[in-house]
């Protein structure tokens, strides 16, 4: 019983770990990484280590695709147009 829940506990760390290498957009990367930290945590749980498995599903789970996240987010802001600037100072005047 044990050898098979660390089985499904270890595939769903590789189906995680593929997905999350395979994904493109950040955001969902930090998504997909939250799942993997879970499933991590899950496999430690299993592997009867719940100290380790406390320690992966507060940084891996929450921590980090929280701190990636806002990072996107401050990254892809954009600056907010300067209403005092004219269309002849932006170059589209004659």
């Given amino acids: 019983m044990n050898t098979a829940l660390v089985g499904?506990?270890?595939?769903?760390v590789v189906v995680c770990a593929t997905i999350a290498v395979l994904c493109r957009e950040p955001a969902r990367q930090a998504v997909v990484l939250a799942a993997?930290?879970?499933?991590?945590s899950v496999l430690f749980?299993?592997?009867?280590s719940p100290d380790v498995a406390l320690s992966q599903?507060?940084?891996?789970?929450a921590l980090t695709p929280l701190?990636?996240?806002l990072t996107i987010r401050k990254v892809s802001r954009r600056p907010a147009a300067d209403p005092r600037r004219t269309d002849e100072e932006a170059g589209d005047g004659e």
Avoid: N
Wanted: glycine share 14%.
């Fill in 36 to 40: 993997l930290g879970l499933s991590l």
């Fill in 67 to 69: 701190l990636i996240l």
């Fill in 8 to 12: 499904v506990a270890l595939g769903l």
């Fill in 57 to 61: 599903l507060a940084v891996g789970t």
């Fill in 45 to 48: 749980a299993v592997l009867q």
